[in-house]
């Protein structure tokens, strides 16, 4: 079982950053794949960023593509989420989730086993 907390939202303004964090307990994490997901009111859950065990491989939709970076200190069995330039459709809560044991990187929720209680981020005109 992984539990995992977010932190770091908020509410800014555009063209802002800001730093999600999303912390561990699994001694182990260091062997899952870890993404970002986020989700804003009336809409489906959204695939925001994906990264494998060692931190080499990312992935990102076209929507954060250059403005976001997600990486990962396994050390501190911690990933983050860098988003700069925040604009206001990036408004959303955002969830980290650890993958398949030993698994891929995935744009697809579904493929998540393990899910964050979510952090909000608010971004105004």
């Known amino acids: 079982q992984v539990h995992l907390v977010e932190s770091g939202g908020g509410l800014v303004q555009a063209g802002a950053s800001l730093r999600l964090s999303c912390a561990a307990s699994?001694?182990?994490?260091?062997?899952?794949?870890m993404g970002w997901f986020r989700q804003a009111p009336g809409k489906e859950r959204e695939f925001v960023a994906t990264?494998?065990?060692?931190?080499?491989?990312?992935g990102y939709p076209d929507s954060v593509k250059g403005r976001f970076t997600i990486s990962r200190d396994n050390a501190k069995n911690t990933v983050y989420l860098q988003m700069n330039n925040l604009k206001p459709e990036d408004t959303a809560v955002y969830y980290c989730?650890?993958?398949?044991?030993?698994?891929?990187?995935?744009?697809?929720?579904?493929?998540?086993?393990?899910w964050g209680q979510g952090t909000q981020v608010t971004v105004s005109s």
């Open positions: 989730a650890a993958g398949r044991l030993h698994g891929s990187t995935s744009a697809f929720a579904n493929e998540y086993d393990y």
């Open positions: 699994e001694r182990t994490f260091s062997s899952y794949p």
């Open positions: 990264i494998n065990w060692s931190g080499r491989i990312t």
